[in-house]
């Protein structure tokens, strides 16, 4: 497979980016442990990177698909591949690897790819239990760490944390970005879902089609040929409200260009929930129809000892983690009623903002509102997806917690590493 690999891509022509962490052996040359190569546009946030620690180096540059299909097909021969003139042998890898298809900007990689793409995966024949160097990794021009492993995850993933990262036996990734459409933008209100499509192409004329499938249930299918108009959006309605579980996809043909899914277990960070043009009562009764999920949920006062604020700093935690969201105070969620709380809106906003101030870490801007119905103070407390993840329960010894469905569990490492890895396209409280 790996060869079949290195003869379709010299025949492409398209821009290559790569990312290597590079070990030195006894022999004083380096081996590739880890390397990773980007073919098409160019990742946003990419960035020209070389630290060199004497005992190993990690680098990144652009580089030419003809290098990668020659250090593919002989990167153990006698030419040795080279990024920013170190010389390295490439890993020992499976010949075979697995293959998966990702939609425009999975959290899957970091830095995410804007565009759809194939991540091919080959694994490692010498896996190591850990990459220790003999001593601490330290250079003046570089960041310094403990180990190789840390160090790889910080150049990889962005995450720089005291925990020791399971090692990788991911030793050769290529990500090709596939499609020039994509899906820029999905917005759902309580009657409608508004896609929006984008092309690099602006002069495509053939059409594609846009399918949306809700509940398991096809609302419909849109055909759009974008190089023809501006208006590059389709519009579905939605007879029973916002879907728990829905499919989005665009296809030409018979190949797939980009989707989107939501269910139980998986929400995509680019979807947008729009209840600003609501006013109080239809806003909260539409978060209501949507009961309590990944991004709400419901309580039928404000905390009223130090138990309940750290119950409280959990949730904003755990939503700032994730994609925000909104907690309803004044909502009995057992009967699914309005039943309004018992003191005015400046006291509560002020109760509210002093346990996100006193209880999250790091500091977090929340929007507290009011919504009155029926001669009851509803309020919510809604929460950014936050900037700074990630964010933890406790100012001085936090701990951090992510939304899983209507639950907000504890993080664990690789939760973690997916919510430093997620694009955060800003803040999108609801």
């Known amino acids: 497979m790996i060869e079949q690999e290195a003869a379709r891509l010299a025949e492409l022509s398209a821009a290559a980016w790569v990312r290597a962490a590079l070990e030195r052996n006894d022999d004083g040359e380096f081996r590739a442990r880890r390397i990773e190569l980007t073919i098409g546009a160019e990742p946003r946030g990419f960035e020209w990177v070389e630290w060199d620690y ?4 990690l680098v990144s540059c652009p580089t030419s698909l003809s290098e990668i299909a020659a250090w593919l097909r002989d990167g153990h021969g006698a030419v040795k ?16 690897g697995t293959w998966e298809n990702l939609p425009s900007r999975s959290s899957r990689d970091r ?7 194939r991540r091919v995966v080959f694994h490692d024949l010498e896996p190591r239990t850990q990459l220790v160097p003999s001593a601490f990794l330290v250079s003046p021009d570089a960041p310094s760490f403990p180990t190789l492993d840390m160090a790889s995850e910080a150049f990889f993933h962005g995450v720089e944390r005291s ?19 994509r899906i820029a933008r999905v917005a759902f209100s309580m009657t409608e879902v508004v896609v929006t499509v984008d092309t690099l192409n602006a002069g495509d004329r053939v059409p594609i089609k846009v399918s949306f499938v809700a509940d398991g249930v096809s609302i419909g299918d849109d055909r759009i040929v974008l190089g023809f108009s501006e208006d590059r959006t389709s519009v579905f309605a939605l007879p029973s409200g916002v879907p728990s579980e829905w499919w989005l996809t665009l296809s030409r043909g018979t190949r797939w260009l980009d989707f989107r899914y939501s269910s139980r277990y998986h929400q995509p960070a680019d979807v947008d929930l729009e209840t600003e043009a609501l006013d109080a009562e239809d806003a909260v009764l539409a978060l209501m129809f949507g009961g309590e999920d990944a991004q709400t949920e419901f309580k039928r006062e404000l905390p009223a000892d130090d138990a309940g604020k750290r119950k409280l700093a959990r949730v904003v935690a755990a939503f700032a983690n994730g994609r925000g969201g909104v907690i309803l105070f004044g909502i009995d969620a057992d009967e699914a009623t309005i039943i309004g709380i018992g003191e005015t809106f400046p006291k509560a906003r002020d109760r509210l903002t002093d346990i996100v101030s006193g209880n999250v870490t790091p500091s977090l801007d929340v929007e507290v509102r009011a919504y009155e119905i029926s001669s009851r103070l509803v309020v919510g407390l809604v929460v950014p997806s936050g900037d700074e993840p990630p964010y933890g329960a406790g100012r001085t010894n936090p701990r951090y917690y992510i939304r899983r469905n209507a639950s907000t569990l504890p993080a664990q490492p690789d939760d973690i590493r997916r919510v430093l890895g997620e694009t955060r396209p800003g803040n999108r409280g609801r």
Not at 163 to 181: C, G, H, K, N, W
């Open 54 to 57: 004497g005992s190993c180096a």
């Open 163 to 181: 925990f020791t990262p399971m090692p990788s036996y991911e030793a050769l990734i290529i990500r090709e970005q596939t499609s020039d459409v």
């Open 111 to 117: 830095p995410a790819l804007e565009w759809p793409s």
């Open 81 to 96: 591949p080279q990024v920013r003139n170190i010389e390295f042998a490439m890993p020992s890898v499976s010949p075979t």
